[in-house]
């Protein structure tokens, strides 16, 4: 070995190592390998836009599904032209939107958005100056659960439907001078003004006169609603009429005198000759979750106090036609608000026909039942139930709540507003 040279103490090297010169190879590795990082580095940047870019079609996607599914199954057109709005709002728009329902579920509806226009940046070196995304958005619209039993019919009392026993129970509104103690707790305005032995209608419940007497702040002139499912809903529109119709829908404290007989138990509270006036409105209601609107109103009928015409008999509400929108329709049932002297209760029965006035047949969505029919119209309440339980022996029974699977997990709180 040549070139070595030792010393005592210390160790050195001198001379050549014999190998050539790397320095060339070093630079056309690091120009290789910065090529590559600025690529990846590119690569990063557009895939970082494009995962972005991404998600906001998703969020354009599910809020235009939100925004239109409350419109289904009832008004498809409405839905898809929300969904469409929103999705534009959103910056997304023409063909690259398509709004659908999902087959078999009447409750929902989908909504995809297609971008065929995304830019590329950096990594147009590698060939790519656009991309196209889809992202799909399925959103469901749960209705509140239906509050009564899924029949055709409700609050009939001890009438025979033609199949089944009778409910027994009746449904029933108060007048607006009764108290809330009475049994109403949405239609009677006030609330403690049982004075001793008799109650109270005062004009102002804070006058000093009557200190007892105050307002039941849950009093609402707008009464009960009752919702319509129509039958055969995987059609866009009936094929055949349904007429609504009320048993005995005025209030006859007297009863019917000769008028017809069977009717319903009407009750005078206090006053000697009580009147209340009750009024039923029949409205379709694309959107269940907002209250109906006049422009939605299809019959409105007004009863006022010993009606022989209508006293124990069904009387017609309103009629939904053939070729009208499936969906949600509403029966809306009130009394009079500020009528004087109208201290009393008023029962009556609902039904729904399907075809004219009288032909009524007992159906229900229950397969347990033996009158069960796929197809039929029922009639349920829209969050509260106001009934009266038919006074001796019998007892009043109906399904509290009709309870979808979709609720599953899902807790129910029932509240009972004097149930005694």
Not at 141 to 148: E, K
Not at 179 to 201: F, I, P, R, V
Request: aromatic content about 10%.
């Amino acid at each position: 070995m040549t070139g070595m040279r030792f010393a005592a103490g210390n160790l050195r090297y001198s001379g050549s190592d014999e190998c050539p010169d790397q320095g060339g190879f070093t630079l056309v590795f690091f120009a290789i390998s910065i090529v590559a990082l600025l690529g990846i580095a590119a690569l990063v940047v557009d895939l970082g836009y494009w995962y972005l870019h991404a998600d906001r079609i998703q969020r354009a996607a599910d809020s235009a599904a939100l925004a239109g599914v409350v419109y289904m199954p009832g008004n498809p057109n409405e839905a898809t032209s929300v969904a469409t709005s929103v999705a534009a709002s959103n910056g997304f728009s023409g063909s690259g939107v398509v709004v659908s329902p999902v087959p078999g579920e009447l409750h929902e509806l989908q909504v995809t958005i297609k971008d065929t226009n995304v830019p590329a940046f950096f990594a147009k070196v590698f060939g790519f100056d656009k991309i196209s995304e889809t992202r799909t958005s399925i959103a469901r619209y749960q209705p509140p659960v239906p509050l009564g039993s899924a029949e055709n019919s409700f609050g009939t009392g001890d009438l025979s439907l033609g199949v089944g026993p009778p409910s027994n129970i009746w449904a029933a509104v108060n007048g607006y001078c009764t108290s809330k103690e009475n049994g109403d707790q949405l239609l009677s305005k006030y609330d403690a003004t049982y004075n001793g032995s008799t109650y109270d209608c005062p004009a102002n419940p804070a006058d000093p006169a009557t200190p007892h007497a105050t307002t039941n702040f849950e009093y609402n002139p707008s009464g009960y609603l009752y919702d319509i499912e129509t039958p055969d809903q995987t059609q866009g529109t009936l094929t055949t009429e349904l007429t609504v119709s009320a048993y005995d829908p005025s209030f006859n404290p007297i009863g019917c005198g000769g008028g017809g007989g069977g009717e319903t138990p009407d009750n005078n509270i206090n006053q000697a000759n009580p009147s209340i006036h009750t009024t039923y409105t029949l409205y379709y209601n694309p959107t269940p979750l907002n209250p109906p609107t006049a422009a939605n109103e299809l019959s409105t009928i007004t009863f006022g106090t010993n009606d022989m015409a209508s006293c124990g008999k069904w009387v017609p509400i309103g009629t939904i036609p053939a070729g009208a929108a499936n969906g949600t329709y509403q029966l809306q049932v009130a009394t009079q608000a500020g009528e004087a002297n109208s201290q009393g209760t008023n029962g009556y029965g609902l039904e729904v026909n399907v075809g004219p006035f009288g032909a009524f047949s007992r159906c229900s969505t229950i397969t347990s039942q033996p009158w069960y029919n796929a197809n039929c119209p029922v009639i349920q309440g829209h969050n509260f139930l106001s009934v009266y339980a038919k006074n001796g022996s019998n007892t009043g029974t109906f399904y509290l709540a009709d309870v979808d699977s979709a609720y599953d997990g899902k807790t129910m709180e029932i509240t009972l507003f004097d149930p005694g």
